[in-house]
């Protein structure tokens, strides 16, 4: 299955950071838009974060100020910086596109933010 491929996850106490990386199944300039979303137990996934191919942002209101997408066109990569961690980020983070169709959905990256 075609997918994207996600990393970096891992236990960091509140208040921290983390980045995680997002790989695309090719070039990255054939998806017009792609977002990071997560899932927390018990309930729905949710777009937090997308960026388009010419660069044009926007978030979830839950992690503004807090996180910040970004893409690297030379590497195919999708970068979530993720800083001020609060117990409620935690949840399996995901990437794929963002409207039209979507890739089949990948593992995710676990983040667990401890209070």
């Known amino acids: 299955q075609v997918q994207f491929v996600e990393s970096g996850g891992r236990l960091v106490q509140a208040g921290g950071s983390l980045r995680l990386s997002c790989a695309a199944p090719g070039s990255i300039f054939g998806f017009n838009m792609i977002g990071w979303y997560r899932q927390a137990p018990g309930k729905q996934r949710e777009l937090v974060a997308g960026i388009s191919v010419d660069g044009f942002t926007n978030y979830a209101d839950s992690v503004k100020g807090r996180f910040s997408i970004s893409r690297d066109n030379a590497k195919n990569m999708v970068y979530l910086q993720m800083d001020s961690l609060k117990s409620e980020d935690t949840a399996v983070y995901y990437c794929?596109?963002?409207?039209?169709?979507?890739?089949?959905w990948g593992q995710g990256t676990q983040v667990t933010v401890s209070s």
């Open positions: 794929n596109t963002v409207g039209g169709s979507r890739l089949s």
